[in-house]
T-cell receptor, first 118, second 112 residues
Framework: DVKVTQSSRYLVKRTGEKVFLECVQD?????MFWYRQDPGLGLRLIYF???????EKGDIPEGYSVSREKKERFSLILESASTNQTSMYLC?????????????????FGPGTRLTVT | LAKTTQPISMDSYEGQEVNITCSHN???????ITWYQQFPSQGPRFIIQ???TKVTNEVASLFIPADRKSSTLSLPRVSLSDTAVYYC?????????????FGTGTRLTVIP
């Protein structure tokens, strides 16, 4: 089974702190994702990486950065945490499959990190 | 861009068939439609994926009409353990992750 692990289930940080959220996958997947999930807003993509050292901004990248130095690890960084970044953060990974010439994917999610910024 | 719209919530009695519809009027030619299930305090879990017509697996069926502007997830004979939030995702990884859109999800409550 694919396993995606996140470094913490719950995290409490103070405003202005630098925060690192770590995600590790064990299936040699090319793609990794960071989402945040807020009530009424569903899942929103923060950043995406399709290879080591490669990244793309998602819908809401402001206030976040990412790092992917190894294929299995994708880190989300809050340079200076703010209260509006209090949220559930979900990491996912996927391979890139092809069917009939189109790209397909199945994302495997970690359990999430509930971050509270006070 | 293929935005998605789903009902916010649905209730169903145990043993009934449940159909959840997702609208995606601007779906692109290369986009696939994927449904995920999420239980409280867990990450979403893949249920089913399709491109057109009908797809069936051991847990659900996915119906996609010819114009592909909507899709319907069908759960046969639901049980209490099917109570969860169901997300519709439309997109194509080949054109970048910015083309991936999760809906806000449908909260399904199964009643005894």
């Amino acid at each position: 089974d694919v396993k995606v692990t996140q470094s913490s289930r719950y995290l409490v940080k103070r405003t202005g702190e630098k925060v690192f959220l770590e995600c590790v996958q064990d299936m040699d997947h090319e793609n990794m994702f960071w989402y945040r999930q807020d009530p009424g807003l569903g899942l929103r993509l923060i950043y995406f990486s399709y290879d080591v050292k490669m990244k793309e901004k998602g819908d809401i990248p402001e206030g976040y950065s990412v790092s992917r130095e190894k294929k299995e690890r994708f880190s989300l960084i809050l340079e200076s945490a703010s209260t509006n970044q209090t949220s559930m953060y979900l990491c996912a990974s996927s391979s890139l499959g092809l069917a009939g010439g189109h790209s397909t994917y199945e994302q495997y999610f970690g359990p999430g990190t509930r971050l509270t910024v006070t | 861009l293929a935005k998605t719209t789903q009902p916010i919530s649905m209730d169903s009695y145990e043993g009934q068939e449940v159909n959840i519809t997702c609208s995606h009027n601007n779906i692109a030619t290369n986009d696939y439609i994927t449904w995920y299930q999420q239980f409280p305090s867990q990450g979403p879990r893949f249920i089913i994926q399709g491109y057109k017509t009908k797809v069936t697996n051991e847990v659900a069926s996915l119906f996609i009409p010819a114009d592909r502007k909507s899709s319907t997830l069908s759960l046969p004979r639901v049980s209490l353990s099917d109570t969860a939030v169901y997300y519709c995702l439309v997109g194509d990884m080949g054109t970048g992750a910015n083309n991936l859109f999760f809906g806000t999800g449908t909260r399904l409550t199964v009643i005894p």
